[in-house]
């Protein structure tokens, strides 16, 4: 995939999220603050004027204005996750003119453990790394699978929709949902369900 490729599928990601936002909307406000759908809309709509305006060398600078506009822009704890999921995976890569199913690969693993670290969530505690850690790992067993960019993402947005899935069957150990109790299972996590969002519409747009 070409840079120009790349900046024009996260400007569709980031047109889904923005469409998405009283989804998001409404799943936070069952077990949460109801911020996140605005939060992620805000953020993304920044998103998308940055890559419109910014000069793009490299496939690493996308995730860079990505993750930076996020931390800019979203604020609170989860602009800071958010970000972390674009600006942690690129550090210390040498720059891409062109990006394959390998460095998604490489890159989100980076960045899941870098999440990881930072908001200490395993999965099976109800957040965002319920769907990004399924999503790595299909990423990673297509490339040893050898599979298409095509069939590799497709795999992710599945593993991430089945993670999503799986967070209404969790308690919540983070964020508001944790006074929920026993009462926040059945229901879905919204993080979980923006990851979801972004691998899906990447799979989309790869496999139009
Ligand atoms: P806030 O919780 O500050 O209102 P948002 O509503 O935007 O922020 O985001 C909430 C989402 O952030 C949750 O649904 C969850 O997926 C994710 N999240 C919260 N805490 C963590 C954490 N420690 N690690 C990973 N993800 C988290
Ligand atoms: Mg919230
Ligand atoms: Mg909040």
């Not at 390998?102 to 999965?123: H, M, P, T, V, Y």
């Not at 006074?179 to 979980?192: C, H, R, S």
Request: net charge negative; with cysteine.
């Amino acid at each position: 995939m070409k840079i120009n490729e790349l900046k024009d599928m996260f400007i569709a990601v980031a047109d889904k999220i923005i469409q998405s936002e009283d989804m998001l909307t409404k799943i936070d406000l069952q077990i949460g603050d109801g911020d996140h759908g605005t939060g992620m809309a805000l953020g993304f709509k920044n998103v998308k004027k940055e890559l419109e305006r910014r000069k793009i060398d490299y496939a690493e600078d996308v995730f860079k204005i990505i993750g930076m506009t996020l931390l800019d822009t979203m604020g609170g704890a989860s602009g800071v996750l958010f970000g972390t999921v674009f600006i942690s995976g690129i550090t210390s890569r040498t720059p891409h003119t062109e990006i394959e199913l390998q460095d998604f690969a490489e890159i989100f693993r980076k960045s899941l453990e870098a999440l990881k670290k930072r908001g200490k969530a395993k999965c099976g505690d109800k957040t965002m790394v319920d769907a990004f850690e399924p999503a790595v790992f299909a990423l990673e067993e297509s490339v040893e699978k050898k599979l298409s960019l095509k069939e590799g993402t497709a795999n992710a947005a599945a593993a991430a929709e089945s993670g999503m899935e799986n967070t209404k069957k969790y308690r919540a150990k983070f964020g508001r949902a944790k006074y929920f109790g026993d009462n926040a299972i059945g229901l879905q996590d919204a993080g979980a369900t923006s990851i979801w969002l972004i691998f899906q519409e990447i799979a989309d747009w790869v496999n139009v």
